[in-house]
């Protein structure tokens, strides 16, 4: 059974830091992984969707890199700002479901 | 507001009632997911269903939950008899195509209902 973990937990930085949150899963075969942001009492934001068979993705100050070998993907930050503030989520699909991390809680301090 | 949209925002229940909750996708989307987020877990998909059509319920609980995403309206979740531990937020997604993660389309998200069971 797949299973997605997320370290940290949570953190906290100062404003204009560049910061990396990671994501490992279990099991390899997957169609993509995709990262989402959720603010408190929202839903989740989609941010970028790595297809398996790419290793990144950008989206202006996010950027996804995707190690689908080594179960692995990160989500690097640069010049954090305080509304970058928010859990993160990653998530795998190998078919129909998405298999979910619990997240990331960032804080970004002015 | 085109997103999808969740209904009620937040639902309270006393133990052995019903609960529904409604899903409308975002326009042009005819494939839906509901998720159900529990107190510090993740994310557990429950269900996936294209129009009239279940198409994979393999994380639903066997017993009193359901699912339905009728030709026309919204896609209805229903909890009967609900208990304690049914207390959670329920999100629901929705994709223009079909496939789940094998289509390759990002999944967008309502807001969620928050259902508290007294």
């Known amino acids: 059974k797949q299973e997605v973990t997320q370290i940290p937990a949570a953190l906290s930085v100062p404003e204009g830091e560049n910061l990396v949150l990671n994501c490992s899963f279990t099991?390899?075969?997957?169609?993509?992984l995709q990262w989402f942001r959720q603010d408190p009492g929202k839903g989740l934001t989609s941010l970028l969707l790595?297809?398996?068979?790419?290793r990144e993705q950008t989206s202006g100050r996010l950027n996804a890199s995707l190690d689908k070998s080594s179960g692995r993907s990160t989500l690097y930050i640069a010049a954090s700002q305080p509304g970058d503030s928010a859990t993160y989520l990653c998530?795998?699909?190998?078919?129909?479901?998405?298999?979910f991390g619990t997240g990331t809680s960032l804080t970004v301090i002015p | 507001n085109a997103g999808v949209m969740q209904n009620p925002r937040h639902l309270v229940r006393r133990r052995g009632q019903e609960a529904r909750l409604r899903c409308s996708p975002m326009?042009?989307?005819?494939?839906v997911y509901w998720y159900r987020q529990l107190p510090e877990e993740g994310l557990k998909f429950m269900v996936y269903?294209?129009?009239?059509?279940?198409?994979?319920e393999s994380g639903m609980p066997k017993e009193r939950f359901s699912a339905e995403f009728p030709k026309e309206g919204p896609s209805i979740l229903r909890i009967q008899q609900v208990v304690r531990g049914d207390s959670a937020a329920y999100f629901c997604?929705?994709?223009?195509?079909?496939?789940?993660?094998?289509?390759?389309?990002?999944?967008?998200f309502g807001d969620g209902t928050r259902l508290s069971i007294l």
């Open positions: 997604a929705s994709s223009p195509t079909g496939g789940g993660g094998a289509s390759n389309q990002p999944q967008h």
């Open positions: 099991d390899s075969a997957i169609y993509n």
């Open positions: 790595i297809q398996s068979s790419q």
């Open positions: 998530a795998v699909s190998p078919g129909n479901q998405f298999y």
């Open positions: 326009k042009g989307h005819s494939h």
């Open positions: 269903l294209q129009k009239e059509n279940i198409i994979d």
